[in-house]
């Protein structure tokens, strides 16, 4: 069983930048491929970046390529994402989420064994 917990949201101005962080409890974090979603009012929940169990590899959804950046440390046990020249429309709630032994196909289309509560990030005008 692994346990997911998302922080590192807030309330922040248009054009600055936060970073999540998404702890996982448990072993062998790096057999998990980890990924980060998202999900506005009113709005299904969006795939947003995706990393590979090493780390070597990383995905983005086209709305955020060169703006946010996912990365991991296996030995914390954490996975990241530094989001940078932040939007209104970036305003949602972030989870992350974790594929065992799982591929980034996989997990790009919401296929994930354990996730996050989540986290809000509020981007003001």
């Known amino acids: 069983q692994v346990q997911l917990v998302e922080s590192g949201g807030g309330l922040v101005q248009a054009g600055g930048s936060l970073r999540l962080s998404c702890a996982a409890s448990g072993r062998h974090f790096s057999n998990y491929v980890m990924g980060w979603f998202r999900q506005a009012p009113g709005k299904e929940r969006e795939f947003v970046a995706a990393?590979?169990?090493?780390?070597?590899?990383?995905y983005y959804a086209d709305s955020v390529k060169g703006q946010f950046t996912i990365s991991r440390d296996n030995a914390k046990n954490t996975v990241y994402l530094q989001m940078n020249s932040l939007k209104p429309e970036d305003t949602a709630v972030y989870y992350c989420?974790?594929?065992?032994?799982?591929?980034?196909?996989?997990?790009?289309?919401?296929?994930?064994?354990?996730w996050g509560q989540g986290t809000q990030v509020t981007v003001s005008s």
């Open positions: 990393i590979s169990r090493s780390g070597r590899i990383t």
């Open positions: 989420a974790a594929d065992y032994l799982g591929s980034a196909t996989g997990i790009r289309a919401g296929k994930a064994d354990y």
